[in-house]
């Protein structure tokens, strides 16, 4: 049974940082398009950022290019989302999560997440 646990999120004022973690369990990330997708109140879900299993080429959405970083240890398999100068507009539940197709596309087309943790960027 696939599953994500991901942690670290909270309140965080404007120009702040957070780095979100993301543990799986029933498969092996570097096998796997992986990423994160957040959602804020009253908006569609968007892709943030994701790994591909082709090339491990990072992909970012451009709202957060030069601010956050995606990252893997496939030691824990684990993933990481460390974000930086944060602002409101960032404010969302987000979630981690693969394409466990095996499909390349990056960001993927999610078929696996978790229960998202909930960030939120106020003064």
């Known amino acids: 049974q696939v599953q994500f646990v991901e942690s670290g999120g909270g309140l965080v004022q404007p120009g702040g940082s957070l780095t979100l973690s993301c543990v799986a369990s029933?498969?092996?990330?570097?096998?796997?398009?992986i990423g994160w997708f957040r959602q804020a109140p009253g908006k569609g879900r968007e892709g943030v950022s994701c790994i591909s299993n082709r090339d491990a080429i990072s992909w970012y959405r451009d709202s957060v290019k030069g601010r956050f970083t995606i990252s893997r240890d496939n030691a824990k398999n684990a993933m990481y989302l460390q974000m930086n100068s944060l602002t409101p507009e960032d404010t969302a539940i987000y979630y981690c999560?693969?394409?466990?197709?095996?499909?390349?596309?990056?960001?993927?087309?999610?078929?696996?997440w978790g229960q998202g943790t909930q960030v939120t960027v106020s003064s």
């Open positions: 029933g498969l092996t990330l570097d096998s796997y398009t």
């Open positions: 999560g693969a394409d466990t197709s095996g499909g390349s596309r990056c960001p993927p087309m999610y078929d696996a």
